[in-house]
């Protein structure tokens, strides 16, 4: 997903994808001095964009941590979600729960024979992971993935359907189950951060198997 936002809100951009930053960081981040950066998030603070917090870590003083409001999280696309929970929510009053998840499951095969296709040729499990980060990303999530000691991470900053998530948890259970799916048996894949859950993220632990 790139970048949309106006170079005065870098740090809207940078806090979404990162999470709750010190102001060091973030004037690092954004390549600019302290006291810029501090000036840059103020303005930010003012729009009702972002917040700051003091944060404890062992001894020493407080350290001021600068995040997003709810307001700086909207900065990013949900996908027309009004429209969107109406129309699940009057699904579901007029054509009942089961025809609901009927629907979401048949759009999970869709997202599913989608992301098989674009994998076709991709064989090893690295970089089926770094294509499904792609695609996601490409679909608005802000996903990236990243390998480590334990494995793999793909981690979502965003999620465009979270008005829908919000409305009917099926849609995240499709969306592991589409992931478990395309990535194949011989892989191990769980949830480990989620969005409705209070994270910042969702994000996804990913193990071979073998």
């Known amino acids: 997903m790139k970048m949309t936002l106006p170079d005065n809100e870098r740090a809207v951009w940078i806090l979404k994808t990162k999470g709750p930053l010190p ?3 973030l004037a690092k981040d954004l390549n600019i001095t302290t ?18 917090r003091s944060e404890s870590k062992g001894k020493g ?7 997003l409001t709810s307001q700086g999280h909207a900065r990013f696309p949900d996908a027309h979600a009004d429209l969107t929970v109406k129309l699940i929510l009057k699904m579901r009053d007029t ?3 089961d025809a609901l998840q009927d629907v979401i499951e048949a759009n999970g095969r869709d997202g599913k024979e989608k992301y098989l296709k674009e994998l076709a040729n991709v064989s090893d499990l690295e970089g ?21 000691e334990e494995g793999y991470l793909l ?4 999620c465009p359907i979270c008005a829908a998530a919000t409305a ?4 995240c ?14 892989v191990s894949v769980e949830r480990v951060d989620h969005i409705l859950a209070g994270a910042r993220r969702c994000a996804y632990r990913i193990k071979d198997r073998a």
């Open 23 to 25: 102001l060091i960081e």
């Open 128 to 148: 089926r992971i770094g294509g499904l980060a792609r695609i996601r990303d490409n679909e608005g999530y802000m996903a990236t993935c990243i390998k480590d």
């Open 155 to 158: 981690i979502e900053n965003h």
């Open 173 to 186: 259970k499709s969306e592991l189950d589409t992931f478990r799916a395309v990535l194949g048996d011989k």
């Open 61 to 67: 003083r407080p350290q001021q941590v600068w995040s």
């Open 35 to 52: 006291e810029g950066a501090r000036f840059q998030l103020i303005k930010l603070a003012n729009e009702g964009l972002v917040e700051t």
């Open 95 to 97: 054509l009942g729960e």
């Open 168 to 171: 009917c948890m099926g849609f």
